[in-house]
Structure formats: structure tokens, C-alpha cells
């Protein structure tokens, strides 16, 4: 079992940065793919970025997100630049088995953190 707790999440103004933290427990964190997914109020989640050996990005953010992660302090990193207020949502990171896009290969998830642009 693997529990994630995110942070980062606040209140900006459209073209600013944000940087999201995830931090998982255990020491088999190296194992896993880490995923980054939203969602906002009425919308279904939705697939931002992941990162294994790889990363893999949605459309919507490649060029302007980018996720790492820090093996030995067992923590995965979303940083969000240029930000659009259509990147208001609830952020929420998972664990996974394979680097994927769908949301049913995520075995584990935070409890999220609350991203807001103002335009």
C-alpha cells in the first residue's frame, strides 16, 4: 500500500507558476510510475503528466508543465508555468504500475490540492 499526500496548490493570476509536491511513503517509491491528474466541478478527471525512466504530458500542458521526481526523498514534482485559467482544478497525484495515461491502470491517489488562475 501507498499513501500520497500532495501540496503546492493556491490561488494565482493567469501567466504565473506553481509548483505541486507529492510525497509517498514506503521505500519501493523508485518502482512506481507517478502521475499527475485534475479535475474540476462537473469534468471528469483528466490525464496532465506521468514520469517513470519517461515522462508523458496531455496536450493541453506539454511546454509549459514539466514533472520530475526525487527518488531518494521520495517526492514528485509538478511544475505549472504560463498558467490559463482553464488549468483551474482540483490536482491529484497517483502511483501506477506502468508509465500510462488512463486512469484505471492508477492503483494509489492523494486526496489532491486545489489549483485556481484568475483572469
Known amino acids: 500500500q501507498v499513501q500520497l499526500v500532495e501540496s503546492g496548490g493556491g490561488l494565482v493570476q493567469a501567466g504565473g507558476s506553481l509548483r505541486l509536491s507529492c510525497a509517498a511513503s514506503g521505500r519501493t517509491f523508485s ?3 507517478m502521475g499527475w491528474f485534475r479535475q474540476a466541478p462537473g469534468k471528469e478527471r483528466e490525464f496532465v ?3 517513470f525512466r519517461n515522462t508523458i504530458y496531455a496536450d493541453s500542458v506539454k511546454g509549459r508543465f514539466t514533472i520530475s521526481r526525487d527518488n531518494a526523498k521520495n517526492t514528485v514534482y509538478l511544475q505549472m508555468n504560463s498558467l490559463k485559467p482553464e488549468d483551474t482544478a482540483v490536482y491529484y497525484c497517483a502511483a501506477a504500475f506502468v508509465l500510462t495515461m488512463q486512469l484505471y491502470d492508477y492503483d494509489y491517489w492523494g486526496q489532491g490540492t486545489q489549483v485556481t488562475v484568475s483572469s
Open 49 to 51: 503528466a506521468a514520469i
Open 31 to 33: 518502482s512506481y510510475a
